[in-house]
């Protein structure tokens, strides 16, 4: 079987999905190109597991601080060039396309009459979620992105409907914990905006991944530049992270059973959303601005129960290897079974 895989770059969450399916389709015996889209090329890391991919323009949200830019948004992306990337694809010698929210190939597999797999935590809000960001209009925006004629939703309970738990690498590392050290990724919010907040909490070590070329330390803010092995081991040894609300690394931290602060970027509905549910499942903290106090009284608070989570890479690529056979409602009761 040979698949194209289509991944929104936008956000890391959406690679590190990629990543995680890539192994487990080669062993599978699954062959696949991947195309990555949203994000300029030279801005990708660690893309060693992809082979020889391919990039295109694509759509992606435009930032202006920790704020979506709607304007910017609008804009900046251009309708035109999404349909030139999408007529130049040719979907000939492909059985399957699977889109991680990416528009390119989702399009192209629609027009092109080959079967689609959306497999992305965006497709969960098909569903009925409990919450009041998740609408018919945010619905027909998920169906007019990246149309899928099966459409794969992720999320951290299923709701009793058919979504699917987390697609997240297994736990790197044993989760251990050192006491007052907090894993920070919020690439959004300039270094200078963080740092003297962070400063006020002297007694806490925050360990900060940004967009530098070389660590530093200044008191108690250790900067790193982007790593996945190395953010994996902070994380699992941490006390607590705080970040948006990115459906990725908030799964990866329940993974390991993290305090959560989170800052869901304004005007992302989506991370809205996750915001909220993350409250209703009683899982982490959510705040609207970054604050000392706040950031001192949250680590006082107790941990959250660890969240387990499956294997869904294995399961999914041996779904896919099969031609996709086995019912939705199938693999439903094996994934929440584990």
Not at 109 to 117: D, E, N, R, S, T
Not at 183 to 195: C, F, K, S
Not at 240 to 266: D, R, W
Request: glycine share 6%.
């Amino acid at each position: 079987m040979r698949v194209l895989y289509g991944v929104q770059a936008t956000g890391n969450g959406h690679i590190t999905r990629a990543r995680v399916m890539a192994p487990e389709l080669e062993k599978a015996g699954v062959k696949v190109d991947y195309l990555f889209s949203g994000r300029e090329p030279e801005n990708l890391f660690n893309m060693e597991p992809f082979g020889e991919y391919r990039c295109r323009r694509g759509l992606t949200f435009y930032m202006q601080g920790s704020r979506v830019s709607r304007w910017q948004t609008l804009t900046k992306n251009s309708v035109v060039r999404l349909i030139r990337d999408v007529k130049e694809i040719d979907l000939s010698t492909y059985d399957l396309v699977i889109t991680d929210f990416e528009p390119v190939s989702a399009w192209a597999a629609k027009l092109q009459g080959v079967k689609c797999v959306g497999l992305a935590h965006q497709y969960a809000f098909l569903h009925e979620l409990p919450d009041t960001k998740s609408d018919r209009f945010l619905k027909a925006q998920v169906k007019l992105f990246a149309p899928a004629d099966i459409p794969i939703g992720l999320h951290w309970n299923h709701f009793d409907q058919a979504i699917f738990p987390p697609l997240i690498q297994p736990a790197a590392n044993q989760s251990t914990l050192i006491p007052r050290k907090v894993v920070v990724y919020l690439p959004h919010d300039g270094l200078e905006r963080i740092q003297p907040i962070f400063k006020r909490c002297p007694d806490i070590d925050f360990h900060i991944y940004a967009a530098i070329d070389r660590p530093e330390a200044d008191g108690n803010c250790h900067i790193k530049a982007f790593s996945r092995v190395g953010f994996q081991k902070d994380l699992a040894e941490c006390e607590g992270v705080i970040c948006n609300a990115g459906f990725g690394l908030l799964s990866e931290a329940l993974q390991y059973g993290k305090k959560i602060m989170t800052i869901p970027q304004l005007g992302q509905v989506e991370q809205e959303s996750n915001a909220e549910i993350l409250q209703i499942l009683n899982l982490g903290t959510v705040v609207t601005a970054l604050e000392s106090n706040q950031v001192t009284a949250w680590l006082e608070q107790s941990s959250p129960q660890l969240l387990p989570i499956p294997n869904m890479a294995s399961l999914f690529s041996a779904w896919i290897a099969s031609g996709c056979k086995a019912s939705i409602e199938t693999l439903l009761g094996k994934a929440w079974s584990k």
